[in-house]
């Protein structure tokens, strides 16, 4: 075949494009892969914020319920609520909550509680709320929001479930009221809903348990 051959021109043009091709999908997969471990280790993070990584063993990124409770969980969808366990026994859960009724919209936390339904810890993931007034439930702006660790629906009695201004224990922000009040209640929802779905919560299967049944 000649060296400057129409075919074989056609044929070196081919293989390039079967090796760029290989390439791109290769670097594709890979690109991927990296996403998706950040993405696990930002969760993960954001998890340990809420509950220390030491008081359980498993898997608590692999044992994940969707749950759908639109009253407790602000929003109409299912909510993710993360299970640790420590030697197969329930140690807590944490749970993707969404107070409603921000002043600015939404304001998606994550929830940490007990299993004895005291709260291990709890962190605002997003909101929009007016920086200088209402941000001060972000834990990097106040310790404001560390104020629910070890609380309880026993700690304090339904009435401090609230901002003063209702008459509650947890403090409002100097002219921010409305913030401080959804989380308060976000948080209180939460709790109940432990409190009433707590065999539930530990019972069912996860995603992945369900996947190896199949
Ligand atoms: C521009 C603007 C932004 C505001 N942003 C917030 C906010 O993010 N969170 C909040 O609770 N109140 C915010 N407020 C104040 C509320 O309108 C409301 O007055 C306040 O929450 C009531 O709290 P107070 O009873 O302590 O005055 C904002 C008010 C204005 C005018």
């Known amino acids: 075949m000649n060296a400057d051959s129409p075919l074989r021109s056609g044929l070196t043009l081919a ?3 079967v090796l760029g091709v290989a390439l791109l999908t290769g670097i594709h997969h890979l690109t991927r892969e990296r996403i998706a471990a950040q ?14 990584p030491d008081r359980y063993d498993n ?3 692999h044992d994940v319920i ?27 859960v944490v749970m993707e909550v969404t107070a409603p009724n921000g002043y600015n919209g939404p304001i998606r936390m994550l929830v940490g509680i007990l299993a004895d339904g005291s709260i291990s810890g709890v962190r605002v993931v997003s909101h929009r709320e007016t ?6 439930i972000e834990a990097r702006r ?9 609380r309880s629906l026993r700690d ?29 209640e976000a948080v209180q929802r939460a709790l109940e809903y432990h409190r009433a779905h707590l065999d539930a919560l530990y019972a069912r299967q996860s995603a992945d348990e369900q996947s190896t049944d199949e």
Not at 39 to 52: E, I, K, P
Request: charged share 25%; glycine share 12%; no cysteine.
């Open 142 to 150: 106040s310790d404001w929001i560390t104020r629910f660790e070890g």
């Open 66 to 92: 969707q749950v759908t409770d639109p009253e407790t969980f602000g929003h109409p969808g299912p909510a993710t609520v993360y299970r640790a366990r420590r030697d197969g026994q329930p140690v807590a």
């Open 39 to 52: 993405q696990r280790d930002a969760v993960a993070m954001r998890l340990s914020q809420v509950l220390a």
């Open 15 to 17: 293989g390039i494009a």
């Open 156 to 184: 304090p009695t339904p009435e401090g479930w609230a901002v003063r201004r209702d008459g509650g224990e947890f403090d409002q922000f100097t002219g921010a009221t409305i913030t401080p009040r959804a989380v308060v």
């Open 131 to 136: 920086p200088g007034l209402g941000d001060p």
């Open 59 to 61: 898997d608590l990124l």
